[in-house]
């Protein structure tokens, strides 16, 4: 008897996308007469509003809940050329504030403000690349101005039917769900390369309409990312005003367009060496601060960041200081993405892992997460990299015979990450919780009282943003451990 319902069921089905056609130009124009775009007759959009930023890339755990940064700003956009202007009224996160900045940027470049003097920077047109679909003006004026969109589908897409457009980007191709009934834009669909996650799936997401004096725009906008928020926008205030009234909006029309770049700090740039000790050494980029020492047979590598190629460079590196085949492990001190993003360069080539007993089930995510569309060193061994090699740290642990200490820092702001001490050298690496030695930091304090605890006396001390300096300098600012 429960046959039937189940073939009824199968045959009513509606399938999720179902092939369409139309004139993609025709909707565009159709979603910019509905949102107001079309008739802003020299008025330019202005509002006030508030991003949260999700920081689960730094986050003191791995897993919800995640610090937030929050950023109140002014948008100004003009719809005549795509401009869009945001200056940074006030931003804070986990008891730090940043000064305000002010930016402008179009569909092909973006440049810092100050002034009345436009600089040009691919780095901060790549940042501003990830916001802009915020704004659906922006997004609609960017669609229009290609040219090149076109119908392929009508999808199912938050319980209701949807056209679906496509068109070439500089970051992929692109989606556009309009809602045929109203004529406004839905969502805006894309994949991201990820330098810990390969690809990674986008979604710009519009709600709450509203009326701004004859124009119609959403109240709110999302990033979500892989299913989660990385951005939320709330738009307060929001009005048109004449064009006169606004700031400079104008973009310099010889401007070369720019392409996507990597951040500064995940630029996988050649290492230099700093000799720490007879077999110990810093591998150091203007990004990031390694460690690698050979005790006996074994490379001990103590952190690996930015991702495949610079694994591939310290390799390179490990090979000329230590000639020959060598067993290798890596100790992971921090969860960080950027700090962990060599880790599977590592296991693929059978290194052993080491990390706090914390931190095993986010490394096991990373391994495991699969690299389809961008296969790197891992995801092409994939066949014969089983599984992670994975040893505990809880509060110490003896490698090398006891020439290298493990231990967890362990304080209150350093829950679940490590330190490490070799004996040979007396030189602590001390992961990213020693940032400055200008003034004392609660960090600071909690490695100082760790190396306390685990009575250990160091000479000299780096971390991966630290270079090689006297551990009398950190004790001259926490003399007494606390």
């Known amino acids: 008897m429960l046959i039937i319902p189940a073939l009824l069921a199968s045959l009513t089905a509606v399938p999720a996308c179902v092939p369409a056609s139309g004139d993609a130009q025709v909707l565009l124009r159709r979603a910019a007469d509905v949102t ?11 509002a006030h509003a508030t991003d949260v930023l999700s920081h689960d890339y730094e986050s003191d755990r791995m897993y919800a809940p995640f610090l937030i940064q929050t950023t109140r700003f002014d948008e100004w956009f003009e719809p005549a050329t795509g401009a869009d202007r945001v200056t940074t009224r006030e931003s804070a996160i986990a008891g730090n504030e940043f000064a305000g900045v002010t930016t402008v940027g179009g569909r092909t470049a973006s440049f810092s403000v100050r002034d009345t003097v436009l600089t ?51 970051r992929g191709s692109e989606r556009l769900y309009i809602d045929p009934a109203s004529g406004y834009p839905v969502a805006v669909h894309r994949t991201e390369h990820h330098y810990l996650w390969g690809t990674r799936a986008v979604e710009y997401v519009y709600s709450n309409w509203t009326k701004v004096g004859d124009a119609h725009l959403p109240g709110a906008a999302f990033r979500m990312v892989d299913g989660n928020a990385e951005y939320s926008r709330s738009f307060g205030a929001m009005r048109l005003i004449p064009r006169d009234s606004a700031p400079v909006l104008a973009l310099p029309a010889t401007t070369v367009p720019m392409t996507t770049t990597v951040a500064a700090f995940l630029t996988p740039s050649a290492p230099d060496t700093v000799r720490v000790g007879p077999a110990t050494f810093l591998l150091r980029n203007p990004g990031y601060q390694e460690t690698v020492s050979l005790v006996g047979d074994t490379v001990y590598i103590f952190d690996a960041t930015q991702g495949d190629e610079r694994a591939r460079q310290d390799s390179v590196w490990i090979g000329k200081l230590f000639p020959g085949r060598h067993p290798v492990v890596l100790v992971v001190t921090d969860l960080a993405w950027p700090h962990v993003a060599g880790v599977r360069y590592w296991v693929a080539q059978g290194a052993t892992i080491v990390s706090h007993r914390s931190s095993r089930a986010f490394l096991e995510q990373v391994v495991n997460r699969k690299w389809l569309e961008q296969p790197d060193v891992l ?93 009398a300098r950190a004790l001259a600012l926490v003399p007494t451990p606390p």
């Not at 107001?36 to 202005?46: D, E, I, K, M, P």
């Not at 066949?383 to 820092?409: C, N, Q, Y």
Request: with cysteine; proline share 5%.
């Open 379 to 471: 995801e092409q061994r994939r066949s014969r990299v089983k599984r992670m090699r994975f040893v505990s740290v809880d509060e110490s642990l003896h490698l090398a015979g006891g020439a290298i200490t493990a231990f967890g820092i362990n304080g209150p702001s350093s829950e679940g990450a490590l330190a490490v001490f070799t004996s040979a050298d007396r030189f602590l690496w001390a992961s990213d919780y020693v940032q400055t030695l200008r003034q004392p930091t609660q960090y600071l304090e909690e490695v100082v009282a760790a190396v306390h605890r685990m009575k250990l006396e160091p000479l000299k001390l780096a971390a991966e943003h630290l270079p090689l300096v006297d551990w």
């Open 120 to 170: 040009p920077s691919a780095e901060l047109h790549t940042q501003l690349q990830t916001t802009r679909p915020l704004n659906v003006w922006s997004v609609l004026a960017d669609w229009i101005a290609a040219g090149d969109a076109r119908v392929v589908e009508r999808c199912e897409y938050r319980d209701f039917s949807r056209l679906v457009l496509v068109h070439p980007s500089s």
């Open 36 to 46: 107001g775009l079309t008739s802003a007759n020299g008025r330019v959009f202005r």
